[in-house]
């Protein structure tokens, strides 16, 4: 795997896999909020282990989609 | 004022860099630091703070020359000696007034453990510099804060024990206005008693620092002392007066208890008196003598319930009228109207167990877990950024989050150091470069900026936003050094850091408030059925053992009833609920009443006459176990089917068979009443049952009304 780096803004340079897991984390964390808002959240056994799966559900689909690692 | 604090905070800050720079000192930060951690306080409060901070470091220093002594090459078992004083450490610092030292002796270790990684010799000159540089920047504080804006905490002292006194002048209105059916300010009463708890909580802390202040204050810290314990004291009897109040709603008591209106007056009068000495003016009277009876024709229709309600309300009011003259001999000796030794009255008497509390303990083991597992990234993952950083800010949050404010989702800080380290980013790269000299430095960049973070701050955000400045700024040494990767690594090491604190939030005991205050209601219920229980063999000999557990049990019911209020304000309101959030307040309001009742008991449980009336009302223990097994299984979900208006009747009936049974109790000659001890002990037992029948059944009919499956359904905590 070739090591990558991004040029987001004024030459900064950062790795995609931090923008991913950022981003990843950002969706996740609103995914969880809206669940708890409309009381979905209740299905859920375990909530933490849910909401890590789902980072890197997001995280995969992110990183393959959006912004490839 | 906000200018002053500002401009005395941007001065202090650039002679202390100035100065540690110009000694060629290594840290300047450490310097700077010593400032930040003053600037909210007064003269008094800064230099409290800051030899608490100078003992912390010599604490801490002294704990890590002990690891490095042990253990000089064994990194493991170093690790574990440093996690177990960690443990003792934030586990103490919740017991002690002053947790700041202990707080500092957590962090301490690791910061200078990791400012001199590479050399392990130097530590001993590294807690060395760490305490001068503290000392410098506090002091530098001190002396700029007395020569140009001098705010004395004597004075502050003094306005807070005359707010205190005021409050309580109205707390006793509003209370004797509520017992004589004069107002029915309900209420207000609650949120006077609200404000006087409030404002009582940090009056010893304002004495600590107000006898720093003044040689005054400092030679009669010991008067000051019994006043704040007095004034305590008065409160809490003025509160538990008020349990009884829903007895004698009707009963007259206006009438009945003779010298009430005296009472009133000439308290008021005394709290009056006592705010004219503080003010250093002559007192108006001095205290007279207040005698409280009731009016034998007038209770001879009452009940007997009537009667033990009475004589509880009068017997707080005379715990009123003695801590009041208490207050008023303390005052009046610390302001030089009497002469004479003070005795060392209203202290609540410490009981040890050696049974650890759980949320301390828990609390402790989440920061020692979090060094462990900060520590654990550090030496096992490659190329962390910043791996002294992850350390430093996972022992900060640690004890913040783990034991301070456990509630607190660690994560939600990241946003503000995101703005904190963009603010210093920008100062770092954009203007440092440019300036010239100390001058320049101090000119256009310590002065403005500190002036500017202390002005726009409220509270304790100026000591974080300074801190998070210093270090965004890096003043180490005088070789200035300028790296964009410092932020860049800084914000991922504490985002990691916020991380590993976020897991240990949930994990292995989970802090969300409704896990929490699940978790704690269970305890309480479970610690007052034990102490219930515990009243049934009061005659029994105990092992030490049994000793420990019970003693366990009795804090416990004491102390959960004060947590429980907070976590209840925590719940998450848009997912359960403002109304969820309002009953889960009142829940932990009258667990609080059954507490006091229980403690009342205990109390009594020794007194004269008292084994016989246990005996006599064991029937009364039964009925308390079989309703908070009812509560208990109620916070479960397993509710039963009573409407509210069942549990009212339910209470009714459960009074009038104590009534009853007390009754035939004294017609089979239990507890001769001729004597007055045992008139005293008998109503008092009475009252404490009937007090605790009816706060059972409040409970009760307050957690029937909760949506538990509601409450207890699992959610993401973010």
């Known amino acids: 795997m070739t090591p990558k780096e991004i040029d987001t803004i004024l030459g900064i340079y950062i790795s995609p896999t931090f923008l991913v897991f950022i981003l990843a984390l950002t969706a996740a964390f609103m995914t969880a909020r809206v669940s708890n808002r409309y009381r979905l959240s209740r299905f859920v056994v375990n909530p933490p282990l849910v909401f890590l799966s789902v980072t890197l559900i997001y995280a995969v689909f992110i990183g393959t989609f959006l912004i490839p690692v | ?718």
């Open chain 2, 1 to 718: 004022m906000r200018v002053r604090q500002a401009l005395a905070g941007a001065i202090a800050m650039v002679i202390a860099i100035g100065l540690a720079m110009a000694w060629d000192w290594a840290h300047p930060s450490w310097a700077a630091l010593g400032v930040a951690v003053c600037t909210q306080l007064s003269d008094g409060e800064s230099l409290q703070k800051g030899l608490m901070r100078i003992l912390g470091t010599i604490l801490g220093g002294v704990t890590l020359l002990i690891v490095m002594a042990t253990f000089p090459q064994d990194r493991f078992p170093a690790l574990l000696l440093t996690g177990m004083f960690v443990l003792v450490y934030a586990y103490l610092m919740n017991s002690v007034r002053r947790f700041y030292i202990l707080y500092l002796a957590c962090i301490i270790p690791v910061v200078i453990a990791t400012a001199e990684q590479d050399d392990p010799t130097r530590f001993f000159e590294v807690t060395t510099a760490r305490m001068l540089e503290t000392g410098l920047g506090v002091g530098v504080y001190v002396v700029v804060a007395i020569v140009f804006f001098p705010t004395s905490t004597s004075a502050q002292f003094f306005d807070k024990v005359k707010a205190q006194t005021s409050t309580l002048a109205d707390l006793l209105t509003a209370a004797v206005g509520v017992l004589t059916a004069r107002t029915q300010s309900d209420e207000d009463l609650s949120s006077l008693l609200g404000s006087a708890t409030e404002r009582q909580g940090g009056l010893l802390n304002a004495l600590d620092a107000a006898s720093l202040d003044s040689f005054d204050m400092l030679e009669n810290k010991s008067a000051w002392d019994q006043a704040v314990r007095s004034l305590e004291y008065a409160t809490k009897s003025l509160d538990r007066a008020l349990l009884d109040r829903s007895v004698l709603e009707r009963a007259d008591i206006g009438h009945v208890l003779i010298g009430l209106p005296h009472f009133e007056v000439e308290i008021i009068s005394r709290l009056r008196s006592i705010q004219q000495m503080i003010d250093k003016q002559s007192p108006e009277a001095e205290p007279q003598n207040i005698a409280l009876s009731p009016a034998q024709d007038r209770i001879a229709s009452y009940t007997e319930i009537q009667r033990a309600s009475l004589h509880a309300v009068s017997h707080h009011l005379m715990q009123i009228d003695q801590a009041t003259k208490d207050l008023y001999d303390a005052v009046a000796k610390a302001r030089g109207f009497r002469a004479g030794s003070i005795e060392h009255l209203h202290r609540t008497p410490r009981t040890f167990t050696i049974i650890p509390e759980p949320e301390q303990a828990m609390g402790a083991m989440r920061c020692v877990l979090g060094f462990w597992a900060a520590f654990a990234v550090y030496m096992l993952v490659p190329s962390v950024p910043f791996p002294p950083f992850v350390l430093i800010i996972a022992m900060v949050v640690g004890i913040q989050a783990g034991v301070m404010t456990p509630y607190l989702r660690p994560i939600s800080v990241f946003p503000k150091v995101i703005i904190a380290m963009v603010g210093g980013l920008i100062l770092h790269v954009f203007l440092m470069p440019h300036l010239d000299g100390f001058g320049q430095l101090a000119t256009f960049m310590i002065f403005p900026s500190t002036f500017l973070i202390l002005y726009f701050f409220d509270g304790v955000n100026k000591a974080l936003g300074l801190s998070t400045w210093v270090t965004a700024v890096q003043f180490n040494g005088n070789v200035q050094t300028y790296s964009f990767t410092f932020f860049t690594d800084a914000l991922a090491a504490m985002f990691i850091a916020l991380c590993i604190m976020q897991i240990l939030w949930q994990f292995p005991f989970n802090f969300a408030p409704q896990q929490a205050y699940n978790r704690l209601l269970k305890r309480f219920l479970r610690s007052a059925m034990r102490v219930i229980t515990s009243m049934d063999n009061a005659d029994a000999p105990e092992g030490w053992w049994q000793r420990q557990i019970r003693v366990y049990h009795e804090k416990q019911i004491a102390l959960i009833p004060q947590k429980l209020p907070i976590w209840a304000s925590q719940l998450p309101k848009e997912t359960v609920g403002d109304e969820m959030v309002n009953q889960a307040t009142a829940l932990a309001v009258s667990l609080g009443v059954i507490g006091a009742r229980l403690e009342d008991l205990v109390a009594l449980r020794n007194g004269p006459g008292a084994t016989l009336w246990n005996a006599e009302m064991r029937g009364e223990l039964e009925i308390w176990r079989n309703e908070i097994a009812a509560l208990e299984a109620a916070t479960r979900g397993k509710s039963a089917t009573r409407s509210p208006t069942d549990f009212d009747g339910k209470a009714r009936a459960l009074i009038d068979q104590l009534e009853t049974s007390f009754a035939d109790a004294r017609a089979r000659g239990a507890g001769e009443t001729s004597i007055p001890v045992q008139v005293d002990t008998v109503y008092s037992l009475l009252g404490a049952y009937r007090g605790l029948t009816e706060a059972i059944s409040e409970s009760l009919k307050l957690s029937n009304a909760m949506d538990w499956p509601r409450l207890r359904e699992p959610r993401f905590n973010v």
